[in-house]
């Protein structure tokens, strides 16, 4: 399978403003899906949707899914720009952190 995949300053837009977030918050919310991936360590990792995958496991037959990619920096703050964004858009968010 081949999924999209948008840095998190591609989500937002070339500027931070009202209008770009709000797109991102429009996008976010359509997304079944949402995983992070680092890219540095291209490390992929799940940001929102961990029920929706849970049924899917459970589903016959082929099933289509919105699933979109954000490619960030985790040494940055963008991860939680990113969850930021996610709460807003679903009312939540299914990271946890790797202990």
Do not use: C
């Not at 709000?22 to 359509?30: H, M, R, T, V």
């Not at 099933?63 to 940055?76: A, F, T």
């Amino acid at each position: 399978m081949n999924f999209p995949s948008l840095t998190l300053d591609e989500v937002l837009g070339d500027k931070m403003s009202w209008s770009p977030t709000f797109e991102a918050i429009e996008l976010l919310s359509e997304m079944e899906v949402i995983f992070g991936r680092d890219m540095t360590t291209q490390d992929v990792f799940l940001v929102y949707g961990r029920e929706r995958l849970r049924v899917l496991a459970h589903e016959d037959g082929d099933s289509d899914l919105d699933v979109l990619i954000v490619d960030l920096d985790r040494k940055s703050d963008q991860l939680d720009r990113l969850l930021s964004l996610v709460q807003l858009a679903k009312q939540g968010y299914d990271y946890v952190e790797a202990e």
